[in-house]
């Protein structure tokens, strides 16, 4: 979801949505596959903590953005099942730390 690595279009529900801050909601399989070809790759990230529990992930870190800067990030996930086979929504908060 911050721009590394590629979502197998499987692993989304078709009607899945993706909050994200400072833009716009996305619904739909192909229209997040869509908005995620559109980010620019970060030039590092480190992940501090994934959770899992049940229906739902998090996964927060820190990411720099060239000429933008570090941001810390946080991915929520939930899932159709337990088994966290299909996500269902996706939620990114990403903030300039300053």
Do not use: Y
Request: hydrophobic fraction near 40%; aromatic fraction near 4%.
């Amino acid at each position: 979801m911050s721009g590394l690595g590629s979502l197998a279009p499987k692993a989304l529900s078709d009607m899945a949505s993706w909050e994200r801050s400072n833009h716009p909601s996305v619904v739909g399989r192909g229209k997040i596959l869509d908005a995620l070809s559109q980010i620019t790759p970060p030039i590092s990230l480190s992940v501090t903590q994934i959770t899992l529990e049940g229906k739902a992930a998090t996964v927060t870190g820190r990411l720099t953005r060239e000429g933008q800067g570090l941001f810390l990030f946080c991915q929520i996930l939930r899932f159709t099942t337990p088994e966290r086979t299909e996500i269902a929504q996706i939620i990114s908060v990403e903030q300039k730390e300053r």
